[in-house]
């Protein structure tokens, strides 16, 4: 049996000519470090490798001694399953498939492990990996358990790879403790049950990568993460979902979805330009966690609302909610920071009133707020929540334009209501309300409080008459 060898230079020379069909004659290379085989489904019992008698089983030229291979594979279906060894590199033709029965792992990689141009079908897993595992236009489809699976310490670079799931509650690809995975253009079609799913990984990159039809497209628990230019539609739960790690965001759109963006406890999120449309439930959902939003827009979200948060630390710079079935903007303790908050048409479902913005507990400071078309009140303080309000228009506030009750302490400064049909501002239930620079125009007078519950406000440069009741102290601002 006569088998090639090159070198490098040789073998990058291979690789370039076979990509235009044109392969060069193999030459002696005075270190051969690279064996160059070809196999052929097609070809005839007891090849030899080379190129015009190859191998007719890929276990073959995958059994042949060598530190590193190249394996060109003709189009045609090899059954498996198969094991590559360390330093294997498969290079397919248009249609090279590797495929297996259910119940077993259609590639095992143990080491480095290329391919390109190659189609993996069936098997339980597609492919397993613990070593440096590079994909070049290859295609998962079939397997009943997962695609792919990167082991501890694993690293991953997957280019131009297509992930299509044919049975539900299927893992597209699973990123183990430390390890490293970089998806680049690449799709996930199908129900995957979660379309990346990385467990404290060392770092996972997605970059270009569309999703459809997953039910999570990625679920990230510890680690870190960074998504860019990522798509997602055409599924049921939350789109991504974040717990216990870092993740960051940049142009990630999601359509549809329980969730666009759920985090779980201990997570932190950084994003720029997140869009969420469409969501069942909330456009963005942020439990016990941390995140920072720079141009944030969520659109049609269900009953939970645009941007919800709880017992978390939010800051947003730039968000637009529109059109929820729900509250705009709601949060339950913790702290929210918004600066540049457009908030419109917020309805409910079942009668009960949907608020621009409600805030129960924690500390809020908002600047630069625009509500309008609440279909209750366009901003509810409670349970003891610390708000303070500077610049904001109120537009359309079905029950009222400010709201506080229930021990909160809600600060507005330069705030004006407008064609609105309750009062401008309420004040109840042991309530503070703080008025500076305020105007209301439209509404329901300008402002009630009820006294008798303990409720206290103070107004200074307020325009129009205020009520001639004894929690309402009116004081003159230094000039």
């Known amino acids: 049996m006569r088998l090639t060898s090159v070198g490098p230079l040789g ?40 190129e015009a008698r190859p191998f007719r089983r890929l276990e073959e030229a995958l059994a042949a001694p060598a530190p590193r291979r190249l394996v060109h594979l003709a189009a045609g279906l090899y059954p498996g399953p ?25 590639l095992e990689a143990e080491g480095a492990l290329t391919l390109r141009r190659i189609l993996l079908q069936g098997g339980t897993l597609g492919l397993r990996g613990t070593g440096e595992v590079r994909l070049e236009d290859v295609r998962f489809s079939g397997q009943r358990a997962g695609a792919l699976l990167i082991g501890q310490g694993g690293h991953l670079l997957a280019h131009g790879v297509v992930f299509e799931a044919s049975v539900s509650n299927a893992v597209g ?18 129900p995957w049950q979660r379309g990346v799913e990385a467990l404290a990984p060392g770092r996972l990159v997605l970059a270009t990568v569309a999703f459809r039809g997953a039910v999570t497209a990625v679920h990230l628990r510890g680690g870190v993460a960074e998504l860019s ?52 439930r ?11 939003f720079t141009k944030l827009t969520v659109l049609q979200a269900g009953t939970f609302g645009g941007l919800q948060a709880v017992s978390s630390e939010v800051a947003v710079e730039g968000l637009l909610v529109e059109d929820t079935a729900g509250l705009g903007i709601s949060t339950r303790d913790g702290s929210l920071r918004l600066d540049g908050a457009r908030v419109l048409r917020t309805r409910d479902r079942d009668g009960s009133g949907a608020d621009g913005v409600q805030l129960r507990g924690g500390t809020a400071t908002f600047r630069n707020l625009f509500v309008g078309e609440a279909s209750g009140a366009c901003l509810l303080a409670a349970e003891g929540a610390d708000v303070t309000l500077v610049h904001a228009t109120l537009e359309k506030c079905h029950t009222a334009g400010l709201v506080s009750e229930t021990r909160a302490h809600l600060a507005a400064s330069d705030v004006s209501v407008t064609d609105s049909e309750g009062p401008g501002a309420v004040a109840i239930s042991d309530a503070v309300l703080v008025l500076r620079g305020f105007r209301a125009v439209g509404t329901e007078g300008v402002l009630w409080a009820e006294c008798a519950d303990g409720a206290q406000v103070t107004a200074a440069d307020v325009a129009g008459p205020l009520p001639a009741l004894p929690c309402i102290e009116t004081v003159r601002l230094p000039r």
């Open 229 to 280: 230019d990522v798509s997602v539609s055409e599924g049921r739960g939350p789109g991504l979902y974040v717990a216990g790690g870092r993740v960051s965001l940049r142009r990630v759109q999601v359509h549809g979805h329980e969730y666009g963006l759920l985090t779980g406890t201990g997570a932190v999120v950084e994003a720029e330009d997140f869009t969420s449309t469409g969501a069942d």
């Open 282 to 292: 909330a456009g963005v959902g942020v439990v016990q966690a941390k995140a920072h």
């Open 82 to 106: 198969f094991v590559a060894p360390d330093g294997t590199e498969l290079l397919g033709a248009s249609a090279a498939v590797l495929t297996a029965k259910a119940g077993v792992t259609v």
């Open 173 to 190: 690809v699973h990123v183990e403790a430390e390890a490293q995975a970089e998806l680049l253009g690449c799709t996930f079609e199908g």
């Open 11 to 50: 073998a990058a020379l291979l690789l370039a000519a076979s990509c235009t069909g044109v392969r060069p004659q193999a030459t002696e290379a005075a270190s051969p470090s690279a064996l160059v085989v070809w196999v052929d489904v097609a070809a005839q019992d007891g090849g030899d490798g080379t």
